[in-house]
């Protein structure tokens, strides 16, 4: 019998490169372990990315930042923050944010696909996702897909991150397939600062981040079977400590996130003044 398809997006797969555990914890084990409290950083997040969604859903002729304050409000998500004073100051910030970014937009401008779910085949991988945004521009060639993926965390980002997100290229190479036209470009907008960090792939580079998307599934999919054959859940999805632990959802539950000293739920959005 042939090999069934993993099926998988981005993030799944990036879960396991980041601790094989989490993976463990989050798609393996049922009932799946508890997760800890929510986190403001990913309430905002959230937020900001729904509200940027909602307005490209208004008609072009009221995409301006008055639409704003009410599309924010709208999606909040109250969740993780310390207090009501620390909530207030991430919004109006995020506002802030929101306001200057759409300010950069052409309301006239239509994306092809806004939280666009993109899915694509290969040897190994059913592959799936949803891209913040993915625009139509004129290429060298003729028309070409941008994907674009908005960033609200505090670090400032570069065109290395853009090139060496395994996200953004498996986005590019399933919206190629999806729009049948070329998709190479992949940009981080970056709402604090305003910037952009972008990158051009090659079809080399694509292939290597889908050889290497498809190599760790083939890693998965082993640990899974020898869980599966009564292997040692623990020697399979090992654990890979880190300063991410301080920041997993599992952190109480594994002993090696144990060890780390928690996050406050609130932490990540104490720069923004609260």
Not at 93 to 108: C, F, I, N
Not at 217 to 238: H, L, R, Y
């Amino acid at each position: 019998m042939p090999e069934r398809l993993f099926v998988c997006t981005p993030s799944k797969l990036g879960a396991y490169i980041d601790c094989p555990r989490r993976y463990r914890y989050t798609y393996v084990d049922r009932p799946s372990p508890p997760k800890g409290p929510p986190w403001a950083h990913n309430s905002l997040g959230a937020s900001v990315h729904t509200a940027l969604k909602n307005w490209f859903t208004l008609p072009p002729d009221r995409r301006a930042p008055g639409a704003l304050p009410t599309l924010l409000k709208a999606t909040w998500v109250r969740e993780g923050y310390r207090d009501v004073d620390q909530e207030r100051v991430a919004y109006r910030r995020a506002l802030d944010w929101l306001e200057s970014y759409v300010a950069t937009l052409d309301p006239a401008e239509e994306p092809l696909g806004v939280e666009r779910g993109v899915a694509t085949k290969t040897a190994i991988l059913a592959l799936n996702g949803r891209a913040d945004r993915i625009d139509g521009r004129a290429g060298p060639d003729g028309p070409e897909a941008v994907i674009v993926d908005y960033k609200t965390g505090r670090s400032g980002l570069d065109a290395d991150d853009a090139r060496g997100s395994q996200a953004l290229a498996l986005y590019a190479f399933a919206a190629q397939r999806v729009f049948r036209r070329p998709c190479r470009r992949v940009e981080l907008h970056h709402l604090p600062t305003g910037t952009v960090a972008a990158h051009e792939h090659t079809e080399e580079s694509l292939a290597r981040q889908v050889r290497r998307a498809e190599e760790t599934a083939i890693d998965i999919m082993a640990a899974e079977k020898a869980v599966a054959a009564g292997a040692d859940p623990d020697e399979s999805f090992p654990t890979n400590p880190g300063s991410l632990c301080g920041w997993c959802d599992f952190r109480k539950v594994c002993p090696a996130g144990a060890e780390v000293p928690a996050k406050e739920p609130w932490a990540a959005v104490e720069h923004l003044g609260g």
